[in-house]
Nanobody
Framework: QGKLVESGGGLVQAGGSLRLSCAAS????????MGWFRQAPGKEREFVAA????????VYADSVKDQFTISRDNAKNTAYLQLNSLQPADTAVYYC???????????????????WGQGTQVTVSS
């Protein structure tokens, strides 16, 4: 797996939506599980969502369940995170990450991810 590059962040009003993309270079994207994390100012990085290699299994943080949707397109070497009903509390830098193993139990462990993108800023105004 090579580089991960996030895009799609920006400034949005409360209640709005954004779709984040994570483009991966290299030919082994489909062999990696993908995750999204976020870090708000002054806070620890937190798990948002993860998806298995085929997309058949997903897991979400309780705080974003029914609000965000993770997906992937292995043909395009890209993972996505659809953000809906955004609130100011969702303001953060969003990071995508890749790991060679997948487990629902350990999907939230940032230390188990092998590769990280540089992050994309999401700012939600009230």
């Amino acid at each position: 797996q090579g580089k991960l590059v996030e895009s799609g962040g920006g400034l949005v009003q409360a209640g709005g939506s954004l779709r984040l993309s994570c483009a991966a270079s290299g030919r082994t994207f489909s062999t990696y599980a993908m995750g999204w994390f976020r870090q708000a100012p002054g806070k620890e990085r937190e798990f948002v969502a993860a998806i298995s290699r085929t997309g058949g299994s997903v897991v979400y943080a309780d705080s974003v369940k029914d609000q965000f949707t993770i997906s992937r397109d292995n043909a395009k070497n890209t993972a996505y995170l659809q953000l809906n009903s955004l609130q100011p509390a969702d303001t953060a830098v969003y990071y995508c990450a890749a790991r060679s193993t997948y487990s629902i139990i350990t999907a939230t462990y940032s230390s188990l991810y092998d590769y990280w993108g540089q992050g994309t800023q999401v700012t939600v105004s009230s």
